[in-house]
């Protein structure tokens, strides 16, 4: 299984972007499907992540209200809307398969840029 983010882009603070993550390959099974960033000089962090049955949903603090996570129809996709984008969300943004319950991450996807403008 491959993991496609795209999406990405500049946009003013206040503005909205959609990233997507497509899975290809094999049938595509896993438990949650998550949202990472870094930024520069930064770890990684989670920002959300749905779970694929049941469709429950976790967010960072930092994003909750703004940013939303959800799955396509085809079951292969899953989404991160983001809107009132602030500087400070510029970032690398990846997608991860986690395959169980547990906190191992078994896909990652390339990134793809998130610039926000002041």
């Known amino acids: 299984v491959q993991l496609q983010a795209s999406g990405g882009g500049l946009v003013q603070a206040g503005g909205s972007l959609r990233l997507s993550c497509a899975a290809s390959?094999?049938?595509?099974?896993?438990?949650?499907m998550s949202w990472f960033r870094q930024a520069p000089g930064k770890e990684r962090k989670l920002v959300a992540r749905i779970t694929w049955t049941g469709g429950s949903t976790y967010y960072a603090d930092s994003v909750k209200g703004r940013f939303t996570v959800s799955r396509g129809n085809a079951k292969n996709t899953v989404y991160l809307q983001m809107n009132s984008l602030k500087s400070e969300d510029t970032a690398v943004y990846y997608c991860?398969?986690?395959?169980?319950?547990?906190?191992?991450?078994?896909?990652w996807g390339q990134g793809t840029q998130v610039t926000v403008s002041s």
């Open positions: 390959g094999r049938t595509f099974n896993t438990y949650a």
């Open positions: 991860a398969s986690r395959p169980t319950p547990g906190p191992a991450y078994d896909v």
